[in-house]
């Protein structure tokens, strides 16, 4: 079964914003840091942002500012709203635990930036 379900994802141009929704399961979401990665073409994946239980959070330095991560406990969700988006964030992005598990990778949900 599917147990992390990204969504949100789309076509958007320089400084638009955009909110992704990851669906995990209660089993996952409630025990572990979850994390939202993204992968661009010619790219290795790469840890975008991550929040514990607790709700504390960190970013990569290259979205700091722009990104914020939340979660919401009593949906399962976890959520990476992206303002001031910029060309180089174009690429699939996933969320999983963190650290991440192999088969907790879905199919991740395309962000494109562009004018």
């Known amino acids: 079964q599917v147990q992390l379900v990204e969504s949100g994802g789309g076509l958007v141009q320089p400084g638009g914003s955009l909110r992704l929704s990851c669906a995990a399961s209660a089993n996952i979401f409630s025990i572990n840091t979850m994390g939202w990665y993204r992968q661009a073409p010619g790219k290795r994946r790469e840890l975008v942002a991550h929040?514990?239980?607790?709700?504390?959070?960190n970013y990569a330095d290259s979205v700091k500012g722009r990104f914020t991560i939340s979660r919401d406990n009593a949906k399962n969700t976890v959520y990476l709203q992206m303002n001031s988006l910029k060309p180089e964030d174009t690429a699939v992005y996933y969320c999983?635990?963190?650290?991440?598990?192999?088969?907790?990778w879905g199919q991740g949900t395309q962000v494109t930036v562009s004018s």
């Open positions: 929040i514990t239980r607790g709700s504390s959070t």
């Open positions: 999983n635990t963190y650290p991440p598990t192999t088969a907790g």
